[in-house]
């Protein structure tokens, strides 16, 4: 496992799988949350879905921020310029944000719903003990819907800085995320 730290330049296997499989994950849970009305309506049940993989995304946020901080990501290759550096650590920085505030706002006011929290069906989550009186539920179910859109921004930008790299300016900035 020489590879599971950062080799030189690129990131390491384990910052690799954490990224794309949170990509993956990521990128099937905004719309599930966005079209939980008209996939239930039209007889699916998907929220309990939509819950289950936003709590894995929970837990995995966890162990990627923890493993970021213990192992500081390969510098950018000299030619990116300080302006973009600093859009990129920004950006990043709120993405990482964001990977918890929208699984914790949606923990937070599920919790006070009336439905049983569970793990695809496997175990049950404990809830927080929270009614919708509480002030922090109504905050959390506004906060979630307007972080969810925050987050679509943030990742588009994110993407498409991604893309550019590649095509445009051909520094190998995505390789070093492909490996
Ligand atoms: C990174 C993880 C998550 C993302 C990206 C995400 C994203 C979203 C988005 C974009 C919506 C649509 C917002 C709206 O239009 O109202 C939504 C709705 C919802 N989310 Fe999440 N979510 C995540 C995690 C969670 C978790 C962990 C829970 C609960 C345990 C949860 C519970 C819900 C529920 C119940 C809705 C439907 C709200 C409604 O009644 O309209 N979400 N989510
Ligand atoms: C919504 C899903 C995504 C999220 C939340 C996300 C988040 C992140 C974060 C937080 C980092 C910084 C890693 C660090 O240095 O600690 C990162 C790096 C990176 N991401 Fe994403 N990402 C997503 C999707 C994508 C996609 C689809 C692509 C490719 C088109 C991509 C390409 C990259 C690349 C190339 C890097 C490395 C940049 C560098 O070398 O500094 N990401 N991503």
Redesign the pocket.
């Known amino acids: 496992m020489g590879d599971a730290r950062h080799p030189a330049g690129r990131?390491g296997t384990v910052?690799r799988f954490l990224?794309?499989s949170?990509?993956?994950l990521?990128?099937v849970n905004?719309p599930l949350g966005l079209l939980s009305d008209t996939l239930e309506d039209a007889g699916y049940e998907t929220v309990g879905l939509h819950k289950s993989i936003g709590l894995t995304l929970l837990a995995l946020a966890l162990i990627?921020i923890g493993w970021?901080l213990m192992n500081p990501?390969?510098p950018?290759p000299a030619s990116v310029s300080r302006r973009d550096a600093r859009i990129?650590v920004a950006?990043?920085?709120l993405?990482?944000a964001?990977?918890l505030a929208l699984p914790l706002t949606g923990y937070i006011f599920s919790s006070a719903g009336k439905y049983p929290l569970t793990w695809f069906d496997l175990f049950g989550v404990p809830k927080l003990a929270l009614t919708r009186d509480d002030a922090i539920v109504g905050l959390s179910r506004e906060g979630h819907e307007i972080l969810g859109w925050v987050?679509i921004a943030?990742?588009l930008g994110?993407?498409a800085?991604?893309?550019r790299?590649?095509l445009v300016l051909r520094d190998g900035?995505?390789?070093?995320?492909?490996g």
């Not at 900035?173 to 492909?178: A, D, G, N, S």
């Open positions: 990131y910052s990224h794309w949170m990509a993956a990521i990128l905004l990627r970021r990501p390969p950018l990129a950006v990043h920085v993405l990482y964001l990977m987050m943030a990742a994110h993407i800085a991604a893309l790299h590649h900035v995505l390789r070093r995320m492909l």
